[in-house]
T-cell receptor, first 107, second 113 residues
Framework: GQQVMQIPQYQHVQEGEDFTTYCNSS?????IQWYKQRPGGHPVFLIQLVKSGEVKKQKRLTFQFGEAKKNSSLHITATQTTDVGTYFCAHNNDMRFGAGTRLTVKP | ETGVTQSPTHLIKTRGQQVTLRCSSQSGHNTVSWYQQALGQGPQFIFQ???????GRGNFPPRFSGLQFPNYSSELNVNALELDDSALYLCASSSRWEYYGYTFGSGTRLTVV
């Protein structure tokens, strides 16, 4: 199946700083989904992107799907302690998850 | 609207034993997927069921098997448990044709000793 690679593996930021995680594939993706998993919790669906170049926003979160549909990013503006968790991208067709980016936020 | 419920929440088994994990799908969802998540890792796809048939399988041996019932609930069975099977097992349901992602249950934490 298609592999989705995520970077960075870990990110530690000061509260108020921005955060970005990237998801990359060697092949074209039909879609990309993003999930958040809080420590000790389960993945929670955030969004799905389908169109080339698509950009979606949810409050301080901005999701992008690359023009070639081979990469995606999640950007958080002015992080808060509530943003702590691991962010995963996933390809809906075969539901394979990236390894995730673990975000920690220092108050 | 109920979410996805999994049982049991925690389980301890001995190597070589068999285990059955259960999942009730969210109302209106007809597709169920199972994942294994080791500590600090991303969820690994085990298999998916749609209309009581296996509809895709990840890189897991045949001792991992499943069922989906007419009410869309599901079971994951693991035979001949190994120490490496210790993980969080997640069930996720969805409607096959919707685009609102998968709804995950809280998982079953399996420890094999």
């Amino acid at each position: 199946g298609q592999q989705v690679m995520q970077i960075p593996q870990y990110q530690h930021v000061q509260e108020g700083e921005d955060f970005t995680t990237y998801c990359n594939s060697s092949t074209t993706l039909s879609n990309i989904q993003w999930y958040k998993q809080r420590p000790g919790g389960h993945p929670v669906f955030l969004i799905q992107l389908v169109k080339s170049g698509e950009v979606k926003k949810q409050k301080r979160l901005t999701f992008q799907f690359g023009e070639a549909k081979k990469n995606s990013s999640l950007h958080i503006t002015a992080t808060q302690t509530t943003d702590v968790g691991t962010y995963f991208c996933a390809h809906n067709n075969d539901m394979r998850f990236g390894a995730g980016t673990r975000l920690t936020v220092k108050p | 609207e109920t979410g996805v419920t999994q049982s049991p929440t925690h389980l301890i088994k001995t190597r070589g034993q068999q285990v059955t994990l259960r999942c009730s799908s969210q109302s209106g969802h007809n597709t169920v997927s199972w994942y294994q998540q080791a500590l600090g890792q991303g969820p690994q796809f085990i298999f998916q069921y749609y209309r009581e048939e296996e509809n895709g399988r990840g890189n897991f041996p045949p001792r991992f098997s499943g069922l989906q019932f007419p009410n869309y609930s599901s079971e994951l069975n693991v035979n001949a448990l190994e120490l490496d099977d210790s993980a969080l097992y997640l069930c996720a349901s969805s409607s096959r044709w919707e685009y609102y992602g998968y709804t995950f249950g809280s998982g079953t934490r399996l420890t094999v000793v």
